[in-house]
């Protein structure tokens, strides 16, 4: 991996030192300029005359996000973001009362909320499976709880915000295929940062994101979709014109692929700069990502350890590229000096993960997350940094 060549194709790296890429990473010039690109010709031609000039590039948008995650481009619906995705995965669901969600104790906060939403408006039960002694949902209780009584639905991060965690979802796809149990998969901070593959999950829906590692623009997301959902007819909730056709005063006839889960008015310029992003993720090679990636937070999480007033919090068998950590000065005040010295980073206080951080016993804590254009000057840089905001510098 030529790192310099990565970060002169990374125009924010010349501003600052960046560790906040599971909030939102810097992107590289070709994305920035496929956005740009359309937005200008929007300004130019009007909105809906781009959109049918560039028909072409935003067709091979389904083919290259598709493609970064084993998919076929039918399979592909882009959104807002990941939580809209998640949100028109679990409104296609057909919940009745006492039905089961099951999840796990490490689920994203906004995934958390959908659930209780439902069981407030439906009448459905959420249950978390409980955590392994080592970190991460308990697989085998996963699937003792799923043959004892299956669920409607099991839904699993990936990758928690909160967290270095990686779960399981590989061994939690066989549990639910062999149970025929659907299964959603929030892939919002693994996808691009690690290889991703939707056949090999085993998973019904996965929803992503494009601003955090993916390196894409804002404002973009999508949904895997699988044949098994198309074909059973599930659509969100609230489904528009573009998910479907009106062909009689009281019925409606389903497009028959994942656009169905789309709506018709979206900011195409973005989906090409997602399109971008995944072509750039697969150019640079998946598994040399992980591999940076991981090496670089591994540099962390070891430097962090050594520092007075500073508990590392990641726990789980496997870690990746996001770093959390207690403090002893309050997290939030952390990343604002942090930002003074041109070092990006992020915190996360306790309703973003309150089962977590209630069982680590912290109100708060500081977010690292470097990617692979990160440098190890960078991160040593950063450590020296927190060294003097803690008092610990020699």
């Known amino acids: ?12 790296c010349a501003q600052r030192i960046h560790l906040n890429n599971a909030g939102a990473a810097l992107p590289p010039k070709p994305v920035i300029r496929a956005v740009q690109e359309h937005f200008a010709l929007e300004f130019e031609i009007g909105g809906y005359e781009a959109a049918d000039a560039r028909a072409d590039a935003i067709e091979e948008a389904y083919h290259a996000v598709g493609a970064l995650v084993g998919a076929a481009p039918r399979n592909i619906a882009f959104t807002e973001s990941a939580t ?80 270095g965690l990686v779960q399981d979802v590989a061994a939690i796809g066989r549990i639910c295929r062999e ?42 997301g999508f949904l895997y979709v699988s044949d098994r959902v198309l074909a059973r007819g599930l659509a969100p909730l609230m489904i528009d014109m573009h998910g479907a056709e ?96 041109k070092i990006n980073a992020n915190s996360q206080s306790r309703p973003s993960a309150l089962l977590d951080f209630d069982a680590k016993g912290v109100q708060a804590s500081l977010r690292l997350s470097p990617h692979y254009y990160n440098t190890e000057d960078e991160i040593d840089a950063a450590l020296e940094a927190l060294r003097g905001l803690l008092g610990g510098r020699e």
């Open 246 to 341: 009106w062909i009689d005063a009281a019925r409606y006839r389903l497009v028959d692929d994942a656009k169905r889960f789309e709506t018709f008015e979206f900011a195409w310029g973005l989906v090409l700069g997602i399109a971008e992003a995944a072509r750039y993720a697969q150019r640079v090679g998946l598994e040399a990502i992980e591999a940076r990636v991981r090496a670089l937070a591994d540099r962390l999480r070891r430097g962090l350890a050594e520092i007075d007033g500073v508990r590392v919090l990641d726990r789980g068998p496997e870690l990746c590229g996001i770093v959390s950590a207690a403090t002893a000065i309050e997290p939030r005040a952390i990343v604002l000096a942090l930002r003074g010295r």
């Open 84 to 163: 809209t995705s998640y949100a028109q995965a679990l409104t296609s669901i057909p919940f009745e009362r006492g039905d089961v969600i099951l999840t796990t104790r490490n689920d994203y906060v906004s995934n958390q909320l959908q659930f209780l939403s439902l069981e407030s408006r439906l009448g459905v039960r959420v249950r978390h499976a409980p955590d392994a002694p080592e970190g991460g949902v308990d697989v085998d209780a996963v699937e003792r709880i799923i043959r004892e009584a299956p669920p409607k639905v099991m839904c699993v991060t990936h990758v928690p915000t909160n967290s």
């Open 179 to 220: 149970h025929d149990v659907l299964y959603l998969v929030d892939a919002c901070q693994s996808v691009g940062q690690m290889p991703v593959d939707v056949q090999a999950l085993g998973c019904d829906f996965l929803s992503a994101t494009s601003r955090k590692f993916l390196r894409g623009p804002r404002g973009a």
């Open 1 to 12: 991996m030529d790192i310099d060549t990565l970060r002169a194709d990374t125009p924010g």
